[in-house]
T-cell receptor
Framework: EAQVTQNPRYLITVTGKKLTVTCSQN?????MSWYRQDPGLGLRQIYYSMNVEVTDKGDVPEGYKVSRKEKRNFPLILESPSPNQTSLYFC?????????????FGPGTRLTVL | GDSVTQMEGPVTLSEEAFLTINCTYT??????LFWYVQYPGEGLQLLLKATKADDKGSNKGFEATYRKETTSFHLEKGSVQVSDSAVYFCALLIGNEKLTFGTGTRLTIIP
């Protein structure tokens, strides 16, 4: 089954404790992206990657890092989480090139930073 | 910059009612337009799309027409069901850049 998976689905942590949210896709997609969803703000892009070893900032990159060492994986790293990063996070992937191509979303990770 | 403005929610309707969720956009180029749906506890799923002016996207009884003259892409359904309760997002894409989303509209259908 074609899918984007994220782990964990739920996470409660404390300020300053480094964490990683994993994202993996099995569709051989070049493009991957992270979004955060907050009430009244919709989805805002954090980082994206056009291919392996190619990453770039989205609209709200502060406080986040990403890496793309393999095509299928795109982890989101919070080096020192803060309460304003409490949010619902989605990973997404799609084909790259002449489109537009459908973007496939993971099930979401609900993060609470105390 | 590019932006999407969606009808404020939440929207509550009775089963079999007619649904319209308004969406207008601002874009510097010629966007493709999308409606995504998010069911409770799940990620977003593509509901329908339109890639050029006057295109009509349709799926699961939902329809939306790309209106360039009014920069709109309103979502409609003739007879809603309880299972349509979800959050609906309008989005645009220019070229193959990032998706720009509206704020979402929560729809609740009452039996």
């Amino acid at each position: 089954e074609a899918q984007v998976t994220q782990n964990p689905r739920y996470l409660i942590t404390v300020t300053g404790k480094k964490l990683t949210v994993t994202c993996s896709q099995n569709m051989n997609h070049e493009y991957m992206s992270w979004y955060r969803q907050d009430p009244g703000l919709g989805l805002r892009q954090i980082y994206y990657s056009m291919n392996v070893e190619v990453t770039d900032k989205g609209d709200v990159p502060e406080g986040y890092k990403v890496s793309r060492k393999e095509k299928r994986n795109f982890p989101l790293i919070l080096e020192s989480p803060s309460p304003n990063q409490t949010s619902l996070y989605f990973c997404a992937s799609r084909k790259e090139g002449q489109g537009p191509y459908e973007q496939f979303f993971g099930p979401g990770t609900r993060l609470t930073v105390l | 910059g590019d932006s999407v403005t969606q009808m404020e929610g939440p929207v509550t309707l009775s089963e079999e009612a007619f649904l319209t969720i308004n969406c207008t956009y601002t874009a510097t180029g010629y966007p493709s337009l999308f409606w995504y749906v998010q069911y409770p506890g799940e990620g977003l799923q593509l509901l329908l799309k339109a890639t050029k002016a006057d295109d009509k996207g349709s799926n699961k009884g939902f329809e939306a027409t790309y209106r360039k003259e009014t920069t709109s892409f309103h979502l409609e359904k003739g007879s809603v069901q309880v299972s349509d309760s979800a959050v609906y997002f309008c989005a645009l894409l220019i070229g193959n850049e990032k998706l720009t989303f509206g704020t979402g509209t929560r729809l609740t259908i009452i039996p």
